[in-house]
């Protein structure tokens, strides 16, 4: 055998090499695997706090009465058997990424044994070119070549993210203008768009009930025997039609309006990704509806504290704005007295007393009692007050400045002082009044605090606990749409020979579990 | 939605302190009514305004008959969305669980793929380990030597036998 034809008997061995080689194009995804485990994890933290909720409020007798608490239970019971599936496919998004990982690290490490072999053989052949022998090696590389061929055509890491692809992201499909016309990108190349959009989760949801009804109702009709049941149980939903089909169980036009219904959920191309987002949407909505309930019956129950709480607070605010309307009146009397003495500007004093004028109406606003009583001394007073009755029944508006002038200028200064010392005493009085109401309401205050405080803890608990459950739900969707965009980037860094960055879904992934832990943050 | 946005105006318009019994009672007909008619979309948004209106009722002997009304109106408003999103869940299970089934047919052949790879690696290995003792043996064929020789061909049948560790595989 010559030389020459020995190399070309071992040409098979350098197309392994050359098929190992194009591994080395898979991208790192170690770090996409461990924030996309990190992500499950707290999506899953997700679906178990709305069970916790849900139970809880089973619990909760304060709040609900034994009915609702009975059908709570029930749906405690539903909704764990209802959201398996989803904690599945969770479960699968992690094991998927791992064997993704593994091939990947496995590839990596065949293309540098495959290196090493090559060289080696290939320093034999040289070695022993003048031996006859050299035949059984290149039964080696043929085989090699055959298996390696298969992995090729058949299990490479690309064909694998390529076809998972669908099942977890969901269909592409080209976007259209409103012509109809397909949309292309700057190069040329159709712009592609996300199937499973718009009324997607609702034609899906419609459509799953359908069969779900539809089957549910050929199963309570069929009267099947303990055996048929037995023989049904291990099959696919998909066997169990056909085998109840084949029992003459369920009629042709049932078995298409499945068929069609299935063809309906198809038709939208969502994916994994796409339905653990409608069912955290559902989540959301269950902690909604739940919370507020809780947070409002909470309320109700403490209707009394919160209400008393409430009014003390309101009625104290009230007598300390009448008590500090009193101290402005007798400052700004005190205040025109001194400009008097002190020969201020007529301008300036006619500015004061409308400010005092209206000063008074505000207080009468506010107390009805003072009203009369001031009335009454100024009646009381007579002639020696002159048109001080006027100043205090008149009721000032933005037209009457001249006409409140005009009585302010036929009250002398004695008549005006006159007055306001027995509008100063009856506002002296009601302050004294107002003072020990302020002190009672205060003292009230004080006593009721712990329980209000009690139950104010109380409903910001569920308040916070609703609004932590809530943004976790959002921050999870958010972060589901990311990691759909890293395993679509993970397809362009195969393609491109680029590394694959997961920097997005890691700053999502961290959102989740500020939100979980929030003392970590 | 034109008549729960005239009930919600209705319910912001109620005071607790001053709006009469009368307002109260012919706003809660107002949200039963709603409550028998409201659609899917906007259950949420009824529910909002019986709790702003539960929030508002004041809380006094002769409203006790309205505020049991309402509370169990709410009750069976929540237990209603509650029941509902568990059966919307459950109505797209088997095809999540078709999807997830997929996934794991993928993810059973990517382990495989993983463990034939491993099984490249190890006859690599061995390979390797072959070509590296017949090179030494070779080194010393200077002399013809038939006893080496033999001891040669040997090896190199061993090397050939590498391939057997690599078991056909399915897709």
Redesign the interface.
Known sequence: MTKVKLYSRFAPLILIVAMFCSACDVPDISEFTKQSAEMTRGIRKGSKDTEGLIKTASARADLYSAATRAKLKTDLKDYQNGIKPTVASLDALDAYLEALNALAQANKKSEENSSAVVASVTNLVTAISGLTFASSAVNVATGLLTLAEEFRTSRDFKKRVNLAAEIVEGRYVEKRNAAGQIVLDAKGKPVMVKACTGQAEESVTRSGKEIKELFADILTRAHLTEIQLNTLKPMTPGEKRNQLRAWGKMTGAEHQTIRTAESEIASWGCGVIDFIKFNINDLKEINLALSESMFTNASRNNKTVLGFYKSIEASDKRVQRELEAILNYEGLVSLIRELEATDGSPEAIEEMKLRLKTQLDALFIMDGDLRNSVTRAIAGCGQSCGRMRWFVDYVMCDECKPHMVAILNNISKAQFDRGNGFIEEVLAKRAVVLDDRNVKFLDDLKRITPSHSAVVSELDAIQDKQNDLDALLDSSMSALDTWAETHANLRVALNTRKPLTVAKLTSKVREIWSIIEPEKK | MADLDQLEQKVNALDENTSSIFSFKSAIRDIEAAAGTVTDQNV?RL??IL?TY??K?P?LPNFSRI?TDA?DL??N???A???K????????????????????T??G??????????Q??S???K??KT??E??SL??QLTVTNTSTKNK??AL??S??N??SV?EP?E?
């Open positions: 949420s529910r909002t709790k539960r929030l009722l809380d505020e509370r709410a009750d408003l929540m237990l969305t509650l029941a999103r568990i059966a919307r869940i459950g109505a797209r299970n088997e095809a999540l669980a078709s999807l997830t089934g997929d996934l794991q993928q993810i052949k990517a382990n495989k793929d993983a463990n034939l790879l491993k490249i690696k006859g690599v290995d390979a390797t070509v590296d017949a090179k070779v080194d040669l061909k190199i049948q090397l050939a590498v391939s690599f595989q897709d």
